[in-house]
Nanobody, 117 residues
Framework: QVQLVESGGGLVQAGGSLRLSCAAS????????QGWYRQAPGKQRELVAT???????IYGDSVKGRFTISRDNAKNMWYLQMTSLKPEDTAVYYC???????????WGQGTQVTVSS
């Protein structure tokens, strides 16, 4: 099992920045990819960004150029730096860890990000 805890959400004005953090514990060695997803009211959960064990990053089209995923393996943490935030970025953001061996996704409890216009 992997346990994930997000932090760093909040209320920000359009054009502002926020940094989300995800702290992982448990079967850390089994994680193949780390990422962030988000879910806005009435919408499906969508990929925001992910980074593989090899360092490959993938971003959702709507956040390319504005958001950056990074990690600190020594601390078992990864981050999402969000800049130039827009009201449409408002959502609950979920930390994600993927274990390909167990074919399992782990999720944090979510953190609310609200961008006011």
């Amino acid at each position: 099992q992997v346990q994930l805890v997000e932090s760093g959400g909040g209320l920000v004005q359009a054009g502002g920045s926020l940094r989300l953090s995800c702290a992982a514990s448990g079967r850390i060695f089994s994680i193949n990819a780390q990422g962030w997803y988000r879910q806005a009211p009435g919408k499906q959960r969508e990929l925001v960004a992910t980074i593989t064990s090899g360092g490959t990053t993938i971003y959702g089209d709507s956040v390319k150029g504005r958001f950056t995923i990074s990690r600190d393996n020594a601390k078992n943490m990864w981050y999402l730096q969000m800049t130039s935030l827009k009201p449409e970025d408002t959502a609950v953001y979920y930390c994600n860890a993927r274990d390909d061996l167990l074919n399992t996704n782990y999720w944090g409890q979510g953190t609310q990000v609200t961008v006011s216009s």
